[in-house]
C-alpha cells in the first residue's frame, strides 16, 4: 500500500527532472524545484536531506523508463538483430530533432559532477549504461555470437558517443551514423558466426 507520502516525492522527483533535465543540475536551486512542486523547501527536505539526494532520485526516476524504451524500440522494428538495434539509434534520432532535446540526462549530470566520483548519481548512471550493456551482451550472447561482451560495448561507445556529437552539432544524422555503424558491427559478428559453424 503506498505511503501517504509517496505522491509528495513524486512531485518533487517530477519537478526536479523537468528543472535539472533542461538547465543541468548545478543551475537549478532546492528553492527552484521546491516553487516548481508548489511545496515548501521545508517539505522537500522532509523527503530529501540533500540536493544530492535530490540529483540521484532524478536519474533513478529515469533509469527503468529510458531502458524499457529501448526494448521497446527494439522489439518493435521489424528485420534481424542488426536491423533492431540500428532501431535504438534512429528512434533516439527523431527524439534528438525536437527543440527541448538536451542529450542523456545520465552523461550530462555525470559530465557536472566529474570532480565528485563517489556522487551517488554517478553511480546510479554508472549502473545504468551497464544494465543497458548487460541487455545488450545477454541480446548477443542469445544469438550466439563470439565474445557479446565485447560488441556490446562497441554499440554502447557508439551510442554515447552519438549523444555527446549530436548534443554539440545539434545535427541528428550523426546518431543515424552511429546506428549505421552499429548495424554493420553485428553484421560482420554474424558473419564471423556463421563461418565458424561453417
Excluded at 518493435?76 to 539509434?89: C, D, M
Excluded at 544469438?143 to 560488441?151: G, N
Excluded at 551510442?159 to 560482420?188: K, N, Q, W
Aim: proline share 4%; glycine share 6%; hydrophobic share 45%.
Amino acid at each position: 500500500m503506498p505511503r501517504p507520502s509517496e505522491p509528495t516525492r513524486e512531485r518533487i522527483v517530477q519537478a526536479a527532472s523537468a528543472l535539472f533535465y533542461n538547465e543541468g543540475i548545478r543551475r537549478v536551486s532546492v528553492d527552484e524545484v521546491a516553487a516548481k512542486a508548489g511545496l515548501t523547501k521545508r517539505t522537500l527536505y522532509y523527503h530529501f536531506k540533500s540536493k544530492d539526494d535530490l540529483v540521484a532520485a532524478y536519474l533513478a526516476a529515469r533509469d527503468q523508463p529510458n531502458l524499457a524504451l529501448f526494448r521497446k524500440w527494439f522489439a518493435e522494428a521489424e528485420g534481424g538483430l542488426a536491423v533492431k538495434v540500428e532501431a535504438i539509434f534512429k528512434n533516439l534520432a527523431r527524439s534528438a530533432r525536437h527543440p527541448k532535446w538536451k542529450g542523456c540526462g545520465f552523461l550530462r549530470t555525470s559530465a557536472e559532477l566529474a570532480n565528485m566520483p563517489g556522487h551517488p548519481a554517478i553511480r546510479i548512471g554508472a549502473a545504468h549504461k551497464k544494465k543497458f550493456e548487460d541487455w545488450l551482451r545477454a541480446t548477443f550472447a542469445e544469438a550466439e555470437i563470439v565474445d557479446p561482451l565485447k560488441l556490446a560495448r562497441q554499440i554502447l561507445l557508439l551510442l554515447d558517443g552519438s549523444f555527446a556529437v549530436v548534443l554539440l552539432h545539434r545535427d541528428a544524422s550523426y546518431m543515424e551514423t552511429a546506428g549505421e555503424a552499429a548495424r554493420t558491427l553485428i553484421e560482420t559478428a554474424l558473419g564471423k558466426q556463421g563461418r565458424k559453424r561453417g
